[in-house]
T-cell receptor, first 110, second 114 residues
Framework: DAKTTQPPSMDCAEGRAANLPCNHS???????VYWYRQIHSQGPQYIIH???NNETNEMASLIITEDRKSSTLILPHATLRDTAVYYC???????????FGAGTTVTVRA | IAGITQAPTSQILAAGRRMTLRCTQD?????MYWYRQDLGLGLRLIHY???????GKGEVPDGYSVSRANTDDFPLTLASAVPSQTSVYFC?????????????FGPGTRLTVL
């Protein structure tokens, strides 16, 4: 699986959009980009995934660059409850394994 | 119940003792997984199961065993616990291994081996 690079931490103001970057320059054509988050002491929670096209659901939007070497997770209106560690993961569709790196610790401030 | 449950929530265990962590899901998912998470690190896969009756080794399987007698349950056993197995253990499930399917995680079991 391709490795990912994320900033270790970032702050965001409550009510503003949070833009979380992820680099995956060695991604291959059959690898998806996944985002999970882990709120303190809880199990990870799936947010969104995509292959080539931008994706949006009730939680977030995922913007994937045309060359697929990087992506951005957008939380449109961050709340205090969005404070968590966010993991960007790339994975082949048929692979059972999710490889969690260190992620980005996002702190939403009032 | 809805989703994944794990038991116990936390446990303190003497080294050398045998311990089974329980995991049950009610979503009829084919695939189940066990991860461990150590302080400051991401999750690492211990064992997985594609479907009832089959299991496979993940990234850090040594010292752990699993069984999958039915769809709903996926217990993780430490035959003889050691202090390095002190960790938070998460069970997860997904609707099949193939395809871009999300994994659902349980609340975790915090295990301390003394």
């Amino acid at each position: 699986d391709a490795k990912t690079t994320q900033p270790p931490s970032m702050d965001c103001a409550e009510g503003r959009a949070a833009n979380l970057p992820c680099n995956h320059s060695t991604i291959s054509g059959n690898e998806y980009v996944y985002w999970y988050r882990q709120i303190h002491s809880q199990g990870p929670q799936y947010i969104i995934h995509g292959l080539k096209n931008n994706e949006t659901n009730e939680m977030a939007s995922l913007i994937i660059t045309e060359d697929r070497k990087s992506s951005t997770l957008i939380l449109p209106h961050a709340t205090l409850r969005d404070t968590a560690v966010y993991y960007c993961i790339v994975r082949v569709a048929d692979d059972y394994k999710l490889s969690f790196g260190a992620g980005t610790t996002v702190t939403v401030r009032a | 119940i809805a989703g994944i449950t794990q038991a116990p929530t936390s446990q303190i265990l003497a080294a050398g003792r045998r311990m089974t962590l329980r995991c049950t899901q009610d979503m009829r998912h084919n695939a189940m997984y066990w991860y461990r998470q150590d302080l400051g690190l991401g999750l690492r896969l211990i064992h997985y199961s594609n479907t009832a009756g089959t299991t496979g080794k993940g990234e850090v399987p040594d010292g752990y065993s699993v069984s999958r007698a039915n769809t709903d349950d996926f217990p993780l056993t430490l035959a003889s616990a050691v202090p390095s197995q002190t960790s938070v253990y998460f069970c997860a499930s997904s609707d099949g291994v193939a395809g871009a399917r999300e994994q659902f995680f349980g609340p975790g079991t915090r295990l301390t081996v003394l």
